[in-house]
């Protein structure tokens, strides 16, 4: 069984940086795709970015500019750097793949944004 571990939310205030990290239990080369979702309180699921095996990526427009997300093949982890954090950017951020297979989703690391 896949499995997807992100970490490396917490609280920051608006203005600030976080970088999260979603560490996957197989080479992340054999993922067609691996993206970030986020979900906020009374909000649907939201794709933020994404990043395929030939390195594409897309972002969502309201974190174009200042999200990044990329991949570690040696580390099998893919990051997500959000910089210039806003408070609307509060949410559980979650990591998704796909393989082919299937869809696979990590449990959800908390990003809250407040002075």
């Known amino acids: 069984q896949v499995q997807l571990v992100e970490s490396g939310g917490g609280l920051v205030q608006p203005g600030g940086s976080l970088r999260l990290s979603c560490a996957a239990s197989?080479?992340?080369?054999?993922?067609?795709?691996m993206g970030w979702y986020r979900q906020a309180p009374g909000k649907q699921r939201e794709l933020v970015a994404y990043?395929?095996?030939?390195?594409?990526?897309n972002y969502a427009d309201s974190v174009k500019g200042r999200f990044t997300i990329s991949r570690d093949n040696a580390k099998n982890t893919v990051y997500l750097q959000m910089n210039s954090l806003k408070p609307e950017d509060t949410a559980v951020y979650y990591c998704?793949?796909?393989?082919?297979?299937?869809?696979?989703w990590g449990q959800g690391t908390q990003v809250t944004v407040s002075s």
């Open positions: 998704k793949a796909y393989d082919g297979l299937g869809d696979y």
């Open positions: 197989k080479s992340i080369y054999t993922f067609n795709v």
């Open positions: 990043v395929t095996n030939i390195d594409y990526t």
